[in-house]
Structure formats: structure tokens, C-alpha cells
């Protein structure tokens, strides 16, 4: 089956410069989390869009925005990169079109690996 | 206090054993109850999810839920090296928001 499918898996960048992941979600789906896990650390909600509008934010930082595009895929951009930035960011993928009870259930792609130097 | 709490480990059994991992939460509005089993470095992979009180079992793993308590639990049947990796409890409130809250994740290490 088809999965969530992230983009680069692999970033480096230096501080102040700037980051675009890409998420492409599980055909079908229609909403899009992202998440951020800091080394050791469990993953934190960061924002989620439900056909294509925003529809929760958690502790995302000014300097990032997001949006999801009318083909279902999103984009995380990261502005003024630190070093506390320096995480696995995850994207998952979620459907409101399945049977009742399960429209939550979140399926996670590999993630993609951002260091900041 | 973390909204979801896990005992961190690291949670030791040998193969073939039944590993137990717990999970506390503390807003009673949470509806919705997930596992998550996630290797050193990769993503999140769905185990279980449970919505009602009791047991669901889905081959060696059952997963088992009280509201009252506010606990959940997981069980591993028949534990196997490869079963070793960080396992994340995770809550939804539903409503608006389907967002999950993690706990801090147990790691459990299964011995040959």
C-alpha cells in the first residue's frame, strides 16, 4: 500500500538559512500533520491542515509557516534556521472519508532529517 | 505534568515473555487511544488504536483500555528481539482537533 512519502529525508543547513519539506500524504487522505522529535524526545505537534486550511497549530515558531496544496501535499518552510531546530520533522496522514471511529488514526511517513550547523 | 505519561525504561523481558507497557493520561476528554512502535531514528509506526473500554487484541498484541482509570495499556504476546524499539502511547481529543499528544515513549528491549 501506498504510504506517506517525505522529502529530502536528509537536510543540512547552516543557522539563518532557510528549509522547505515537502510531505506527499497517503492517496485519499485529507488532512496533514506535521510533528517535530528533538533527539530523546517524544514527537511535538506542530500544525494540521484539513483540505488545504489550517485547521490546528501547536507549538509551531513564527518563523515557520505551512500550507497545503490543492493536490493534497504540504510544505513545511523554515525561516532564520537555530540550532534548536536540528530535529526529525514528521508528516502524517490522516482521512475523514473512512468508516466511523477511525478518522483519526495517523499514519506516519519516514521523516526527513534536518541539521543545522 | 506531561498530559500523557509512560514509564520511560528501559523495560527488559526475555524472548518469548509477554512485555507489559502502561500509559496514563490525565484529560478525561481524550476519545481516542494509540500505540505506536517506533525504531531508533525512524518514524512512528501504528500498533493499535482503541476507542472503547476492554480489551482489542490484534494477533500477539492487545491493547487494553479503562476511562475511569484513565489507563491504557499494551500487551506483547510471545516477545521477539525484533519487537526492541521506543513504544509511544498517544491520545487525541477529537472534536476540531485530531492532533496526538505522545508520551515520552517506553523502550523495551527484548532478550534472546
Known amino acids: 500500500a501506498a504510504g506517506v512519502i517525505q522529502s529530502p529525508r536528509h537536510l543540512i543547513k547552516e543557522k539563518r538559512e532557510t528549509a522547505t519539506l515537502k510531505c506527499y500524504p497517503i492517496p485519499r487522505h485529507d488532512t496533514v500533520y506535521w510533528y517535530q522529535q528533538g533527539p530523546g524526545q517524544d514527537p511535538q505537534f506542530l500544525i494540521s491542515f484539513y483540505e488545504k486550511m489550517q485547521s490546528d497549530k501547536g507549538s509551531i515558531p513564527d518563523r515557520f509557516s505551512a500550507q497545503q496544496f490543492s493536490d493534497y501535499h504540504s510544505e513545511l518552510n523554515m525561516s532564520s534556521l537555530e540550532l534548536g531546530d536540528s530535529a526529525l520533522y514528521f508528516c502524517a496522514s490522516s482521512s475523514t472519508r473512512t468508516i466511523a471511529g477511525l478518522t483519526d488514526t495517523q499514519y506516519f511517513g519516514p521523516g526527513t532529517r534536518l541539521t543545522v550547523l | 505534568q506531561k498530559e500523557v505519561e509512560q514509564n520511560s525504561g528501559p523495560l527488559s523481558v526475555p524472548e518469548g515473555a509477554i512485555a507489559s507497557l502502561n500509559c496514563t493520561y490525565s484529560?478525561?476528554?481524550?476519545?481516542?487511544f494509540f500505540w505506536y512502535r517506533q525504531y531508533s531514528g525512524k518514524s512512528p509506526e501504528l500498533i493499535m488504536f482503541?476507542?472503547?473500554?476492554g480489551d482489542k487484541e490484534d494477533g500477539r498484541f492487545t491493547a487494553q483500555l479503562n476511562k475511569a482509570s484513565q489507563y491504557v495499556s499494551l500487551l506483547i504476546r510471545d516477545s521477539q528481539p525484533s519487537d526492541s524499539a521506543t513504544y509511544l502511547c498517544?491520545?487525541?481529543?477529537?472534536?476540531?482537533?485530531?492532533?496526538?499528544?505522545f508520551g515520552t515513549g517506553t523502550l523495551l528491549a527484548v532478550q534472546p
Open positions: 498517544a491520545v487525541t481529543y477529537g472534536g476540531a482537533t485530531n492532533k496526538l499528544i
Open positions: 484529560d478525561r476528554g481524550s476519545q481516542s
Open positions: 482503541i476507542y472503547s473500554n
